[in-house]
């Protein structure tokens, strides 16, 4: 038989850094948390090969005595926990076994100097054994330095990745925190080269501006939400201003970056009628909450937080994300890509193609002062009407003055073109709508305002009820949402312990599956602890109506429709967008139309 025995303490650290440091990234970001937590006002970092070969965190933070580093190294021993009351933790780092677990696959130096003090101290831990110690000069704060992580590990350093997939993330643990902190200016350099510098004191939305994308800032909204002691606030990309990836996606949780899938789905919940499937939203969230209502020792690397009330912190992002978007529901795209724009740019004029006339070839020869003008009118007339196709674009006498477009927003409308895109004069520019996408957009809200103004949704009842069979705890998680399902017009009740019986179901799935329909949101019920995903169904359903109700591509308007669908879309909620998240409506400034035309 095996004997059981205790494993040497090396052992114990190899093995707790497998849990706490997974690659270079893991190990900075716990680096970088505890700088913040020291009460720096400006963290720089370094890297070389990714963090590969060396990791280096500088603070100006409350700094550390030389037995306070000698403890640091030693586990389970921190600042970050002045009590035993482990739930109310607001500190990033407080397991206290980041230092020791990556000193021991790796060799690390810690430098300090607290305020106040002469002078510093340095010691050097090398993979686990103390290799030297002694005094250092160095500024008030900390300087810990990694370098060669996993080198005398092969098993874990053979699954390290590139270089360069290791700079990768390990800026994207930098970008997350230096976001979370707008307070704290922070500094990343790669192999010499700085790659990013921001200063402290900078307000939340320029923060997130700079680390994300600079034009997020004309194409977004804030969000800021109260709930009690809830406070939900960031910045929320316009649904026009979307990726192809979900990783412009930053959610923080009191100061703490996180990867929480009840937020992700909150988020995607938030956006479903404003996005098509494959577009993802670009936006930073950061949510306090009383630390009793939060569980942030989930996770080992404290990337995955668990809420008290889950229907709640949900329901919050849903409706935060919603506010803010209808606020700024009538932007769009703010300008023309620039790929269009150079569409529009002046080129040579290619030679015209040759053609046949009465008096020779106009366009390959030279006019001579013998040849007759009425001649050449002649020729040019029947060219034109030999190779000239008939216009594509009408425009009919403008019903208002040009006073009038000051006082809408999207102008006034002064003609069509192909039959499917609106012209429209504004005070400060030229407006280019979409009609069918704007349409959309308007019956959507229509329908969605009709159904709100019931108080409940209204339901198709069966003619014969339906039995659904599912596992027991999905019967009992839809017995207990039963009167919230009821809201939506999803009317359930019990049959058995395998099974529910729907007797009926919202009218605007009255063609889908019931069967599917129950089997999706259990499977939601389980996953997000709420009955959203019926809510989105509901939405994508009138999605889908809306399209099929609007005005179609090619179908002419009269000056007075094209004004009517111009108003409305002035006064509906997200009108911006269309129900795929295609912008509606593009505007060309006076500056834009002056510069195609060389006058700027």
Not at 200 to 223: I, K, M, P, Y
Not at 285 to 310: C, G, I, M, T
Request: net charge negative; with cysteine; charged share 25%.
């Amino acid at each position: 038989m095996r004997v059981i025995r205790r494993l040497p303490e090396t052992l114990i650290n190899r093995i707790a850094a497998g849990e706490v440091v997974e690659r270079p990234a893991s190990a900075l970001k716990e680096l970088v948390e505890n700088a913040i937590d020291a009460g720096a006002d400006h963290v720089h970092v370094r890297l070389s090969e990714g963090g590969l070969a060396m990791i280096e965190v500088t603070d100006d933070g409350c700094g550390m005595r030389p037995d306070e580093i000698e403890l640091a190294l030693e586990r389970h021993a921190t600042s970050k926990l002045p009590d035993e009351a482990i739930e109310l933790v607001e500190t990033l780092g407080f397991r206290g076994e980041a230092l020791p677990s990556i000193a021991s696959v790796a060799r690390v130096t810690i430098e300090s100097r607290p305020h106040g003090a002469p002078d510093g101290w340095k010691r050097v831990v090398d993979n686990g054994a103390l290799a030297a110690e002694g005094p250092a000069a160095l500024s008030p704060g900390t300087r810990v330095r990694v370098e060669h992580l996993f080198e005398k590990i092969p098993a874990r350093r053979k699954f390290l990745r590139s270089p360069r997939s290791e700079w990768a993330a390990a800026s994207d643990v930098v970008r997350r925190l230096a976001m979370a902190r707008p307070d704290i200016g922070f500094t990343l350099e790669h192999d010499g080269r700085r790659a990013l510098k921001v200063m402290g004191g900078e307000t939340l939305e320029v923060r997130v501006a700079q680390l994300v994308a600079r034009e997020l800032a004309g194409n977004s909204v804030e969000v800021d939400l109260v709930r009690g002691d809830y406070h939900l606030s960031g910045v929320a990309g316009l649904p026009t201003y979307n990726r192809g990836v979900a990783d412009h996606q930053y959610l923080f949780v009191n100061g703490r970056p996180v990867k929480d899938r009840l937020l992700i789905g909150a988020v995607r919940g938030a956006y479903a009628d404003m996005l098509a499937r494959d577009r993802h939203a670009v936006l930073a969230l950061f949510l306090q909450v009383p630390a009793s209502e939060v569980d942030v020792n989930v996770h080992p690397a404290k990337s995955e937080v668990r809420f008290r009330d889950p229907a709640l912190v949900r329901g919050m992002v849903v409706s935060g994300l919603r506010h803010a978007l209808a606020s700024g529901d009538q932007r769009s795209a703010q300008a023309p890509s620039a790929s269009a724009m150079a569409a529009w740019q002046a080129e040579p004029i290619a030679p015209l193609p040759s053609a046949t006339v009465t008096q020779g070839n106009i366009f390959s020869q030279q006019w001579h002062p013998e040849q007759r003008v009425s001649e050449v009118g002649v020729a040019w007339r029947g060219y034109e009407q030999s190779i000239m196709a008939p216009p594509s674009a009408r425009a009919e006498v403008a019903t208002e003055p040009v006073v009038e477009a000051a006082r809408h927003p999207l102008g006034v409308a002064r003609g069509q073109v192909s039959n499917t895109y609106i012209v429209a004069e504004a005070e400060d520019g030229l407006v280019i709508v979409d009609q069918h996408a704007a349409h959309e957009r308007l019956v959507l809200e229509r329908l969605r305002a009709a159904g709100a103004g019931q108080g409940t949704a209204p339901s198709q009842a069966l003619l014969i009820p339906e039995v659904v069979e599912l596992e027991e705890t999905a019967c009992d998680r839809l017995e207990e949402s039963a009167g919230k399902l009821a809201e939506f017009g999803l009317m359930l009740e019990r049959f058995g312990t395998n099974a529910v019986l729907v007797r009926a179901i919202p009218a605007a799935l009255v063609k889908g599956d019931p069967a599917k329909l129950v089997a999706d949101v259990a499977d939601d019920l389980a996953q997000n602890g709420d009955a959203l995903l019926l809510g989105e169904k509901l939405d994508l359903v009138l999605a889908t109506m809306a399209c099929h109700g609007s005005v179609r591509a090619g179908r002419t308007l009269s000056v007075a429709e094209m004004n009517a669908l111009l108003r409305e879309m002035e006064v509906t909620p997200r009108s911006g967008q269309c129900n795929h998240g295609r912008p509606t409506w593009v505007k060309l400034a006076h500056g834009d139309i002056e510069k195609l035309f060389g006058r700027k």
